[in-house]
């Protein structure tokens, strides 16, 4: 008799347990959604009002609203290019090699001085008159969490309103700009990153971006277009996808596979047109404690310590690497570094070491983006608040059971499961902070 009641107790208690997983994973991919939603809201009105006060009437002539967006370049705007030697002996497709390639640094270097693919493009007149600059300064670097820019994909239907910063609590809003950064449509590497299952999952169908398709990001200083030429998978370590360049280009990052942090996806499109106006200088000012360094505990996307959780060295260059195609071009593509090592500051596309504040900042190490996303594996400082919720969930639960016991057992179910749910709530928010920022 006794064992019978204990069979069946173990039993209600992994039923249990199996159905509070099922509530987390609901919570995961529909709880955070509402909650990214709700923020977007917000974000979008935030932003057309900054985009009115900035712009006034002129705010009209850049928007991207009722605008028949093209999802890519036609083929009769592109000019083919002599491709690089392809990285491991063949080009395109999509998948990791592992093994040492000569070509890899050369690979690397072509992509950071600006052969983004294998095509160039002629012909702009496609593109929507609403994609223009609007000659206006470049705004002050915005507080965290406050809305820089709205991007729009036609190609997987994704139009978002960006905030600044990458942190989690930014990342929780929407589509978040790397501080230290460009802003899309400024000269350089603007990059922004994004959840790929959470949140909204907004860079969800990244991998689905073929060569040329169009990306469309507005701000205070126009509407821009870029054009996707490289698809790469890297480690988490190789933060060179975020290192100045001296091309123009957008910079799209999130977590590779999906449901994991293991590696990430990086989606790199060139700018299609003229730059606005740009101050180095701004970059680096205000808005720091957010910035992508190497002792932010909140930044997601990038672990440059790797598993010791040491901050990374100032500037980074490949040594033994894992092979990692590009999706759609034809050119070489970088491939996912396995063992970084330190290196001189970077480099110009002629060589020289040049004067770019930009990269004066990031071999001086300070708010540079080597350190980005050291927070891979979530905020620790969570632990305790989960803890404690999860203990205060408990003892809900408990109490439900036990006034079940005493009195009616439905009565107190129907009166207990309203707190329950909220305390469970609570629990699963802190939860969530312990896992990968940027799934």
Request: with cysteine; proline share 8%.
């Amino acid at each position: 008799m006794n064992l019978s009641r204990w069979i069946g107790r173990i039993g209600r208690t992994l039923i249990g347990s199996g159905v509070l997983i099922l509530l987390f994973v609901a919570y995961q991919l529909w709880g955070t959604s509402l909650q990214e939603s709700r923020a977007q809201r917000e974000l979008g009105s935030d932003f057309e009002t900054t985009l009115n006060e900035a712009l006034g009437d002129g705010a009209a002539a850049i928007s991207l609203d009722g605008v028949e967006l093209p999802t890519a370049l036609d083929e009769s705007a592109l000019a083919e290019v002599t491709p690089a030697a392809s990285v491991g002996g063949g080009s395109g497709g999509t998948g990791d090699t592992t093994g040492d390639s000569g070509g890899t640094d050369d690979a690397r270097a072509e992509l950071a001085s600006g052969s983004l693919a294998s095509t160039r493009v002629l012909d702009t007149s496609g593109l929507p008159g609403t994609v223009r600059n609007t000659d206006v300064p470049p705004p002050p670097t915005a507080p965290e969490g406050e809305a820089v820019a709205r991007i729009v994909i036609p190609r997987i239907d994704l139009d978002k309103t960006v905030v600044e910063g990458v942190t989690t609590s930014a990342l929780k809003k929407g589509p978040g700009h790397y501080p230290g950064t460009p802003l899309p449509g400024q000269p350089g590497n603007a990059a922004i990153a994004g959840h790929r299952t959470t949140y909204g999952a907004p860079f969800g169908d990244l991998d689905k971006l073929e060569e040329n398709d169009l990306i469309y990001v507005t701000t205070v200083q126009g509407s821009f277009a870029y054009r996707v030429t490289d698809t790469l998978i890297v480690s988490p370590r190789d933060v060179w996808v975020l290192d100045p360049t001296d091309d123009n280009r957008l910079t799209l990052t999130t977590c590779h596979p999906k449901w994991t942090a293991r590696q990430r996806m990086i989606v790199v499109a060139e700018l299609v047109g003229e730059p606005a106006t740009f101050n180095p200088d701004a970059l680096f000012t205000g808005g720091t404690s957010s910035g992508a360094r190497a002792d932010n505990p909140d930044d997601p996307t990038f672990n440059s310590g790797g598993d010791t959780g040491q901050a990374a060295p100032a500037t980074t260059t490949p040594g033994a690497s894992t092979s990692t195609t590009a999706a759609t071009p034809a050119t070489s593509t970088p491939t996912a570094s396995t063992a970084p090592t330190t290196s001189a500051a970077p480099t110009n596309a002629d060589g020289g070491s040049g004067d770019d504040p930009r990269r004066a900042v990031v071999a001086a190490g300070s708010d540079t983006l080597e350190g980005a996303d050291a927070g891979l594996a979530g905020r620790s400082e969570s632990i305790v608040p989960a803890v404690i919720w999860g203990l205060l969930a408990a003892a809900v639960a408990l109490g439900i059971w036990l006034l079940s016991e005493r009195w009616r057992r439905w009565p107190a179910y129907l009166l207990g499961a309203p707190v329950f749910l909220v305390v469970l709530f609570v629990f699963f928010e802190n939860v969530s902070l312990l896992l990968p920022a940027n799934v």
